[in-house]
């Protein structure tokens, strides 16, 4: 056996408000909305504004859709993502610590790293579960963790878990996710919908490869399923040209062109929150049957499942290779 400390692994996902109140939702939106990976404005510009108009009014307004998707344990993504790093460390057993973060909010990144090294772990795989690369998902969670140990005098070793919106582990969860889902449906969409959270087309162009990463899972979702999946980008913020095209165009054009049953899935995200179980399942279902749809689902996002499981522990074994004793 090596004389060597434990192994650690940090799953990290975006991030929640501790609560569905106004108070909860401004401190986590101060906190997101600051990043500058996140809003790409000159910060001189962009804090008076934050600061201004969007903090005094939309933690209201998100509060209360917040609500109608919080669940008892907390936000469905603290709660999926904290259920994801319990299923992983049963199935990697004793030889590795499992612990989850958020980028923003609670628990943090810094937090979580420094009492996995005070219990000993001299080796940790980060892993921000985003199977897609964004500059304003990956990379911020990955700032985050390395501004952390910056801070440190004993730094652990580090690896991190690349994207992997293309390994033939992720397409098969989520065809077998996608496909059971569908067969337990009392209706056969017309349409199945990949939506993804949108960024500025600006960041296409500066060289952020999230976009092409998003159509290549789609399409190798579709191959997987062999049928159509469509791509769109969905959660606009701000007057900026925006990835598209945008989901609640989509649905509420659809209609009018004889597509009166959808299906909707969010492989972006690894876990149901705001973006999936409010704006799609209750605001993009409204949008589609108001503009004359007849049926509307919202596919769950593959959270904690078996299928989940089984992709986190391929991913990550792999990644860990050298690092246990088997």
Not at 63 to 79: C, E, F, I, T
Not at 99 to 104: E, K, L, N, Q
Not at 181 to 188: E, K
Not at 304 to 326: F, I, K, P, V
């Amino acid at each position: 056996m090596r004389d060597l400390g434990k192994v650690g692994l940090l799953v990290i996902n975006l991030g929640t408000p501790d609560g569905p109140d106004p108070a909860s939702v401004r401190r986590y939106l101060a906190e997101f909305l600051s990043d500058p990976r996140v809003v790409e404005i000159p910060q001189l510009l962009w804090q008076p504004i934050l600061r201004g108009p969007i903090l005094l009014t939309r933690p209201k307004k998100s509060a209360h859709a917040y609500r109608q998707v919080w669940m008892k344990d907390g936000s469905p993504l603290a709660v999926y993502t904290r259920d994801t790093a319990r299923g992983l460390q049963d199935r990697l057993g004793p030889e590795v610590m499992v612990d989850w973060a958020m980028r923003y909010g609670n628990p943090s990144i810094g937090s979580r790293l420094a009492a996995m090294i005070a219990a000993g772990c001299d080796r940790i795989l980060l892993a921000p579960l985003y199977p897609q690369y964004c500059a304003a998902t990956t990379a911020t969670a990955l700032d985050a963790a390395y501004a952390a140990l910056g801070k440190m005098r004993a730094q652990p070793a580090i690896r991190t878990l690349p994207p992997y919106h293309a390994d033939p582990a992720y397409i098969e969860a989520l065809r077998a996710s996608t496909q059971a889902q569908l067969d337990a449906l009392d209706f056969a969409p017309d349409l199945l919908i990949a939506s993804f959270h949108g960024m500025p087309e600006r960041t296409r162009q500066l060289g952020d490869p999230y976009r092409d990463q998003c159509v290549e899972s789609a399409r190798l979702l579709g191959e997987a399923l062999g049928r159509e999946v469509r791509v769109t980008f969905q959660s606009r913020f701000g007057p900026a040209k925006w990835l598209g095209p945008a989901t609640d165009a989509v649905l509420r054009q659809l209609p009018s062109e004889n597509v009166r049953n959808v299906a909707v899935l969010t492989p972006g995200f690894s876990a149901d929150c705001l973006e999936t179980l409010e704006e799609i399942a209750i605001r993009g279902k409204e949008d589609f049957i108001a503009s004359g749809g007849n049926n509307f689902v919202h596919l769950s996002c593959l959270n904690a499942s078996q299928d989940a499981m089984n992709l986190y522990e391929s991913l990550t074994r792999r990644e860990l290779a050298g690092w246990l004793e088997r």
